[in-house]
């Protein structure tokens, strides 16, 4: 679905430089601290911002290639844009039936009002949940086969955010085939829906692994000065220096936990990986 190599964006204190590709049926998570490239990288997929170099191809297609009909089988949803706020969802549903031929009106306004989005209620007078809300139901309303969405989730509360990944989720059980990049910086929403995540830190992709892989087999020690310098150090990725010791990231941690029974080890998930590996060394 996406092919990027060595792509690059050079700004005055930031250099964007990244390689990476979803595949068909694949849910992916682009993760990372604010400011680590997310946006510029999803920006400049959707051709929003122009790369120095690098390849970048959707369906096989560098983004200023596509037809009409296959910009149509994206679906985009962005934190940081959206429908004016003088717009109401009436008028919405007509430019979505303009825009795609592929639009479902009746299940859109059935998941409006499932969603509790009042259809004639100018935008600029929802809460920020309910705007979110509604990006999300527009990028899904016309059977898209790639999603892609950054930070769909950022500043709602809990309900809301489970609300929209319940959405997404819906909408993959119905849509096998269908591809999602899904950036976020908040790691319980990825963890229960990506099939793999990219660590993107300072503009570079510092790790890729399945996230089943990730949340099982990769862990957290905790070692004293002693320990660590005991410790065999083949399967740490990173590690981190604190009062007590060390903090160390493994991706092998059953091997510590037979082998160093006296040690403590703890499960990790995508904000250790976060943590772990833009801090650690």
Do not use: W
């Amino acid at each position: 679905m996406i092919t990027i190599k060595d792509l690059k964006k050079d700004y005055k204190d930031f250099q964007l430089d990244v390689s990476f590709e979803i595949p068909e049926g694949r849910v992916s998570g682009l993760v990372g601290k604010n400011g680590a490239g997310k946006s510029t990288t999803i920006k400049s997929i959707l051709g929003l911002i122009r790369p120095d170099s690098g390849e970048i191809e959707v369906f096989g297609k560098s983004p200023d290639q596509l037809t009409c009909a296959e910009k149509e089988m994206i679906g985009v949803a962005m934190s940081d844009s959206g429908f004016s706020g003088y717009l109401d969802i009436e008028i919405v549903i007509k430019i979505l039936k303009n825009m795609y031929h592929d639009f479902d009106e009746g299940k859109f306004r059935r998941l409006c009002k499932q969603q509790e989005l009042p259809l004639d209620k100018k935008i600029k007078d929802f809460s920020t949940g309910m705007k979110a809300k509604l990006r999300v139901l527009s990028a899904l309303s016309h059977k898209a086969k790639l999603l892609i969405m950054d930070e769909p989730t950022a500043g709602l509360d809990v309900e809301a955010r489970n609300d929209i990944l319940d959405l997404i989720r819906e909408y993959l059980s119905e849509n096998e085939d269908s591809s999602i990049l899904i950036s976020s910086h908040i790691s319980s929403d990825l963890e229960g829906l990506c099939d793999d995540v990219y660590l993107i830190h300072k503009g570079k992709i510092l790790l890729h692994e399945d996230t089943d892989r990730l949340l099982s087999e990769y862990g957290i020690l905790k070692v004293s000065e002693e320990e660590f310098e005991r410790l065999d150090q083949e399967h740490i990725i990173s590690c981190r220096k604190e009062n007590y010791g060390y903090l160390c990231f493994t991706d092998q941690k059953q091997y510590y936990m037979e082998n160093y029974p006296q040690i403590i080890v703890e499960n990790s998930g995508i904000d250790d990986m976060i943590l772990m590996m833009a801090k650690g060394r």
